[in-house]
């Protein structure tokens, strides 16, 4: 839910009509850049602070019955298919001619898997539901007979494959402030319940903290270079990855939103 913030910053680059020449991205964030490449300007709004309150979007009710917190196949396949609630503009997406990664985690492996445009067509966003599967809220997703987990877990910042495509400045948009740093200890639950199933997905879980702050810190060096730009919240108040609370999400789209115009357009709202 915190990719609410991600969100705005979209429609704020959709807004003032700026297009990237590559785009990456992890969990929550593939989802807001395929609304992003394909124009739909506040669609991701109305997944975050409507959808998302809905029993069947996530709830308890879910995870109790087939043990997925969040019904990835509900957002991404019933609302999000031709015809759907609000469907994704697929046609609009390849049209654009901009280069789409998304980044899962195979759980077999361990390592991270990035999968290419190619990969999905109209109504068939499984490599987005791939990147999007929280690890003990949902179950590994599956795609081909492999499992994939959430991208974050493997290459949560993912600037690098940016740099290898050729890109010479790179835009982060991170979901929490640039001063935040993992604790290695709060994923040791995580990292055992993985363990017996999949341990090499839990052997990259152990490590999850340390990727992050590693490319983080990358990352601000890069940016002191200007050879990156980093968007990213002051605070995101009581928000969590799975909050619900309406006022919340919306504050910190239009928070995302502001700090792009900031950020990117040195403009002030």
């Given at each position: 839910m915190?990719?609410a913030?991600?969100?705005?910053?979209?429609?704020?680059?959709?807004?003032?009509?700026f297009?990237?020449?590559?785009?990456?991205?992890?969990?929550?964030?593939?989802?807001n850049?395929?609304?992003?490449?394909?124009?739909?300007?506040?669609?991701?709004?109305?997944?975050?602070?409507?959808?998302?309150?809905?029993?069947?979007?996530?709830?308890?009710?879910?995870?109790l019955?087939?043990h997925?917190?969040?019904?990835?196949?509900?957002?991404?396949?019933?609302?999000?298919?031709?015809?759907?609630?609000?469907?994704?503009?697929?046609?609009?997406?390849?049209?654009?001619?901009?280069?789409?990664?998304?980044?899962?985690?195979d759980?077999?492996?361990?390592?991270?898997?990035?999968?290419q445009?190619n990969?999905?067509?109209?109504?068939?966003?499984?490599?987005?539901?791939?990147?999007?599967?929280?690890?003990?809220?949902?179950e590994?997703?599956?795609?081909?007979?492999?499992?994939?987990?959430?991208?974050?877990?493997?290459d949560?910042?993912?600037?690098?494959?940016?740099?290898?495509?050729?890109?010479?400045?790179?835009?982060i948009?991170?979901?929490?402030?640039?001063?935040?740093?993992?604790?290695?200890?709060?994923?040791?639950?995580?990292?055992?319940?993985l363990?017996k199933?999949?341990p090499?997905?839990?052997k990259?879980?152990?490590?999850?903290?340390?990727?992050?702050?590693?490319?983080?810190?990358?990352?601000?060096?890069?940016e002191?270079?200007?050879?990156?730009?980093?968007?990213?919240?002051?605070?995101?108040?009581?928000?969590?990855?799975?909050?619900?609370?309406?006022?919340?999400i919306r504050?910190?789209?239009?928070?995302?939103?502001?700090?792009?115009?900031?950020?990117?357009?040195?403009?002030?709202?």
């Amino acid at each position: 839910m915190r990719g609410a913030y991600g969100a705005g910053v979209l429609d704020c680059f959709l807004e003032k009509d700026f297009k990237a020449d590559y785009c990456i991205g992890v969990s929550a964030g593939s989802a807001n850049l395929s609304s992003y490449l394909a124009g739909q300007k506040g669609r991701n709004y109305v997944f975050y602070t409507d959808y998302s309150f809905r029993r069947n979007y996530m709830s308890l009710y879910n995870f109790l019955h087939d043990h997925n917190y969040v019904d990835l196949d509900y957002i991404y396949s019933v609302l999000s298919n031709q015809d759907g609630e609000y469907p994704l503009d697929f046609e609009k997406i390849i049209a654009s001619k901009i280069p789409l990664e998304i980044v899962a985690t195979d759980a077999l492996e361990g390592k991270p898997h990035y999968f290419q445009l190619n990969d999905m067509r109209i109504n068939q966003y499984d490599a987005i539901k791939a990147s999007c599967a929280v690890p003990i809220a949902d179950e590994p997703y599956f795609i081909n007979n492999i499992p994939y987990y959430d991208g974050g877990i493997t290459d949560p910042i993912p600037f690098h494959k940016a740099f290898e495509y050729g890109c010479d400045k790179v835009i982060i948009i991170l979901t929490r402030p640039k001063s935040f740093r993992r604790n290695p200890k709060k994923d040791e639950l995580t990292t055992k319940l993985l363990s017996k199933k999949y341990p090499n997905a839990s052997k990259a879980m152990a490590l999850r903290a340390s990727t992050y702050n590693r490319q983080l810190d990358e990352a601000c060096k890069l940016e002191e270079e200007g050879k990156v730009i980093i968007v990213s919240p002051d605070s995101i108040g009581h928000m969590k990855t799975l909050t619900k609370d309406k006022n919340e999400i919306r504050n910190l789209y239009l928070k995302g939103y502001r700090d792009a115009l900031e950020k990117c357009f040195h403009q002030a709202v």
